[in-house]
């Protein structure tokens, strides 16, 4: 978890400077980053699930373009593979808010 801390600590203020969420091409450009890491250094790759639940739930990254780049034919599967929970999971999140905006449910 250290690593995936430094980079809260770090990196994120950066990232919030760019924009929450980043502009689209910044959110592509830093997937295809995750893609960059699953060929040159395969120990971040067991990270990278973290990092994506981190940049989606600090509002860096937007769903759609996470399941754009997720679904993208050429990426590589190693990485997919990894955070596909995550991917998973953000799907879900999604659908809850979803179903809260359709219907207001009793808190």
Do not use: C
């Not at 929450?20 to 893609?35: E, S």
């Not at 679904?71 to 599967?77: L, V």
Request: glycine share 4%; proline share 3%.
């Amino acid at each position: 978890g250290t690593m995936v801390q430094s980079v809260k600590d770090r990196a994120m203020p950066v990232f919030e400077f760019l924009g929450t969420p980043m502009i689209d091409v910044a959110q592509q450009a830093l997937l295809a980053y995750f893609d960059w890491v699953g060929v040159h250094d395969k120990k971040v790759v067991q990270i990278l699930p973290h990092l994506l639940k981190l940049f989606y739930e600090e509002d860096i990254f937007e769903d759609d373009e996470i399941f754009k780049w997720f679904n993208m034919t050429n990426g590589r599967e190693d990485v997919r593979a990894a955070v596909k929970s995550v991917v998973e999971w953000i799907k879900e999140d999604e659908d809850e808010d979803n179903d809260e905006d359709d219907e207001d449910e009793d808190e």
